[in-house]
């Protein structure tokens, strides 16, 4: 079955780049919706963005100015990139796979990546 | 604060019914399908319903899940110790074109 991994640095300096990469594994990234999740430290989830299989992305309208998400067929792998980052920006990230459908409104998220703890500090 | 709406926590003992609720509005839950996630401590998300009312294979029925006008109700019958957990809610918004989650719901099965 398909599975995501999560991989990049657990530590991030305030004003840098925060940079991740999801590698999928058992099953072809040349479809669905790849989605980047985060949590922070014992607060809720919140959607960062996704990228189509096709190239087309969305992000949160409360991230777009900061956020790229990507995709490396070649490697079955998409990747995120947060700029600016601040402590508020701390948080486990998780990578997931949203679909069937091509209608976004009537997917899910399934499965999910292990997630990695991102931590913001000089 | 989330756009959609649980409670911060719910109990039950062993054998009870349980339902946690996610209130939303008419551009989330009033227009599209409802999702829940549960998630253990330490330990990824995992999809335990979808479009509402559809148990992903594995997911013992009972768990249900409904929906009516602009709020979704999960329910645990049967409550057992090891559905101690945090169970997130989320759907599509209309206006802000993206997904929302539920700020999530602690289960303690006392």
């Known amino acids: 079955q398909v599975q995501l991994q999560e991989s990049g640095p657990a530590l991030v300096k305030p004003s840098e780049t925060l940079s991740l990469t999801c590698s999928v594994s058992g099953g072809s990234i040349s479809s669905y919706y790849w989605t980047w999740i985060r949590q922070p430290p014992g607060k809720g989830l919140e959607w960062i963005g996704y990228?189509?299989?096709?190239?087309?992305?969305n992000y949160n309208p409360s991230l777009k100015n900061r956020v790229t998400i990507s995709l490396d067929t070649s490697k079955n792998q998409f990747s995120l990139r947060l700029s600016s980052v601040s402590a508020a920006d701390t948080a486990v990230y998780y990578c997931?796979?949203?679909?069937?459908?091509?209608?976004?409104?009537?997917?899910?998220?399934?499965?999910w990546g292990q997630g990695t703890l991102v931590t913001v500090s000089s | 604060q989330s756009v959609l709406t649980q409670p911060p926590s719910a109990s039950g003992t062993p054998g009870q019914r349980v339902t946690i609720s996610c209130s939303g509005s008419?551009?989330?839950?009033?227009?599209?399908?409802v999702n829940w996630y549960q998630q253990f401590p330490g330990t990824a998300p995992k999809l335990l319903m979808y479009?509402?009312?559809q148990r992903p294979s594995g997911v013992p029925d009972r768990f249900s899940g409904s929906k009516s006008g602009t709020s979704a109700s999960l329910a645990i019958s049967g409550l057992q110790s090891e559905d101690e957990a945090d169970y997130y809610c989320?759907?599509?918004?209309?206006?802000?074109?993206?997904?929302?989650f539920g700020g999530g719901t602690k289960l303690t099965v006392l």
């Open positions: 989320a759907a599509w918004d209309d206006s802000l074109n993206g997904w929302v």
């Open positions: 008419s551009s989330n839950i009033g227009t599209n399908n």
């Open positions: 990228i189509y299989f096709s190239g087309s992305t």
């Open positions: 997931a796979r949203g679909g069937p459908y091509d209608f976004p409104p009537y997917n899910w998220f399934d499965p």
């Open positions: 479009r509402n009312d």
